[in-house]
């Protein structure tokens, strides 16, 4: 008959180390984790926010899309031939901020208009295809701008913003 030597048997010695062992490591890794935490972007940082992509295909004629880009919404409309027309015929020097439909539009794509959706008076978020000249009014204070985003009636001293943007295809546009 064979017995087992104590050395083939855990010992109370043998159980305190590994539990020592594992205590270290979950100290270790919780002293670790402010380290690496402290390594990823701040808020501002994400808040700037990076350049996004928006599909336009979905999009028809006479409809918009709003797109939140660094925290700001973003009208991109798909303009009527009409809208365009009415855009272009109004006398630029008539104009409180004036600035020529051609101006806010990328050439070759003239149907799209993109701006940021805050009114230029006091902040507030206008809506889309109301007001006197299909373009959008601010219920706030009653700003109302033209299908090209221009301020037309009302207490707002400047346009709708166009925010920098670009077309990567003929049916995909960067904002940013």
């Given at each position: 008959?064979?017995t087992a030597?104590?050395?083939d048997q855990?010992?109370r010695r043998d159980?305190?180390f590994?539990?020592?062992g594992?205590?270290?490591g979950?100290?270790?890794?919780a002293?670790?984790?402010?380290f690496v935490?402290?390594m990823?972007p701040?808020?501002?940082t994400?808040?700037?926010g990076?350049p996004i992509?928006?599909?336009?295909?979905?999009?028809?004629?006479g409809?918009d899309?709003?797109?939140?880009w660094?925290?700001?919404?973003?009208?991109?409309m798909?303009?009527?031939k009409?809208?365009?027309?009415?855009?272009r015929?109004?006398?630029v020097?008539?104009l409180r901020?004036?600035q020529?439909?051609?101006a806010r539009v990328?050439e070759?794509?003239?149907n799209?208009?993109?701006?940021?959706?805050?009114?230029?008076?006091?902040?507030c978020i206008?809506?889309a295809?109301?007001?006197?000249?299909d373009?959008?009014?601010c219920p706030c204070?009653g700003s109302?701008?033209?299908?090209?985003?221009r301020?037309?009636?009302?207490?707002?001293?400047?346009?709708?913003p166009?925010?920098?943007y670009q077309f990567?295809s003929d049916?995909k546009?960067?904002?940013g």
């Amino acid at each position: 008959m064979t017995t087992a030597s104590s050395a083939d048997q855990p010992t109370r010695r043998d159980f305190l180390f590994v539990a020592t062992g594992a205590a270290a490591g979950v100290g270790t890794l919780a002293t670790l984790w402010p380290f690496v935490s402290q390594m990823n972007p701040d808020a501002a940082t994400i808040a700037a926010g990076a350049p996004i992509e928006v599909d336009l295909s979905p999009v028809a004629v006479g409809q918009d899309i709003k797109v939140f880009w660094r925290g700001k919404p973003i009208y991109i409309m798909n303009r009527t031939k009409k809208q365009i027309e009415e855009a272009r015929s109004v006398a630029v020097d008539s104009l409180r901020d004036p600035q020529s439909d051609q101006a806010r539009v990328k050439e070759g794509h003239d149907n799209w208009l993109v701006v940021i959706g805050i009114c230029t008076h006091l902040g507030c978020i206008p809506i889309a295809h109301e007001g006197n000249y299909d373009g959008f009014f601010c219920p706030c204070h009653g700003s109302q701008y033209d299908s090209s985003g221009r301020i037309r009636q009302g207490p707002a001293p400047l346009n709708l913003p166009v925010p920098p943007y670009q077309f990567v295809s003929d049916s995909k546009i960067q904002i940013g």
